[in-house]
């Protein structure tokens, strides 16, 4: 694979744990990468369900993938603050500028209050007993989760408001770069 660049343009697909793809998301737009993760950014890219229906995100959003966590990050900025809404899901890999990962349900929500919660339990309860995760998985699962917590408890850099600000300018200015270039 080459090499990515900044300001590449990628897609989303996130499946589930049985293969199929759950959800995927027209843009991401990649604004760092190192040795632990990648950080992209989109705003009112498209989103298609597995049913097939399809909608728009409403706001933007800097994503920060991990290559070895089990977890992803999506930071929302709104009108209203930040807020983050954080899947347990595999470390991602790229094949063919797209974005892949399996999705596990527990969802992380932290509100700009900066109260959080644990989201989708049930669901968990029902994918893990119909798609038969084994005991190992659930262990690694509820350990991404606790990891998770305990990042956001200590303030890691993904959870910091003025470093996702900045991130979304530099989206909004390779998105501007990129308009520009188009006329």
């Excluded at 298609?48 to 999506?74: C, H, L, Q, R, V």
């Excluded at 899947?87 to 890999?93: D, K, S, V, Y």
């Amino acid at each position: 694979m080459i090499k990515p660049c900044i300001g590449d343009k990628f897609q989303i697909q996130c499946y589930k744990h049985n293969g199929k793809i759950h959800r995927a998301w027209d843009e991401a737009i990649l604004l760092e990468e190192n040795k632990n993760y990648m950080v992209f950014g989109n705003n009112k890219t498209l989103v298609i369900e597995s049913e097939g229906n399809t909608w728009k995100t409403k706001e933007p959003a800097i994503m920060y993938f991990f290559k070895d966590k089990w977890f992803n990050i999506i930071a929302q900025l709104k009108k209203d603050g930040i807020y983050y809404y954080c899947n347990i899901a595999t470390p991602f890999i790229i094949e063919e500028s797209t974005i892949k990962y399996i999705d596990y349900d527990l969802d992380l929500r932290v509100f700009p209050s900066g109260e959080f919660k644990i989201l989708d339990q049930l669901e968990y309860k029902y994918h893990k007993k119909i798609m038969h995760y084994s005991k190992e998985l659930d262990i690694v699962l509820r350990n991404a989760l606790s990891e998770l917590i305990e990042d956001y408890k200590s303030k890691v850099p993904m959870f910091d408001a003025s470093k996702n600000v900045k991130y979304y300018e530099q989206y909004k200015k390779i998105k501007e770069e990129v308009f520009d270039s188009n006329f």
